[in-house]
């Protein structure tokens, strides 16, 4: 198959494409220092900065990491439109135990309204 053969979309179409890209994070300290060592090849960046922006490598802002580093570079011939990295729900494993806080204090009786 060539490149030619492909047929291709008029220039003028103004066609809109979502590109959905997941992740699971394993290693927060390796991803941190990943987006650390981008961000200050930036011009004038410095460690400071960079820990205003992610905040420390032990409370690293994870959104933030990936944001730096899943950020598109230009695209010939595209216009980008909307950036944003958000947190994906949990899913739920059918038949999973969720353990709920529980109060310690004893409880309180009330008494008895209608006697």
């Not at 010939?76 to 729900?89: E, H, I, K, M, N």
């Amino acid at each position: 198959m060539n490149l030619r053969d492909v047929s291709h979309v008029p220039a003028d179409t103004g066609q809109s494409f979502t590109v959905t890209l997941t992740l699971n994070v394993e290693d927060v300290r390796a991803l941190w220092t990943a987006a650390a060592e981008k961000a200050l090849q930036a011009p004038g960046m410095t460690l400071s900065d960079v820990l205003d922006t992610f905040g420390p490598r032990e409370d690293a802002s994870i959104a933030d990491c990936i944001a730096m580093l899943t950020a598109p570079d230009a695209i010939a011939g595209c216009a980008l439109d909307d950036f944003s990295v958000r947190t994906a729900p949990v899913a739920m494993v059918p038949g999973a135990v969720i353990q709920l806080p529980v109060d310690a204090r004893p409880l309180a009786l009330m008494p008895a309204v209608n006697g």
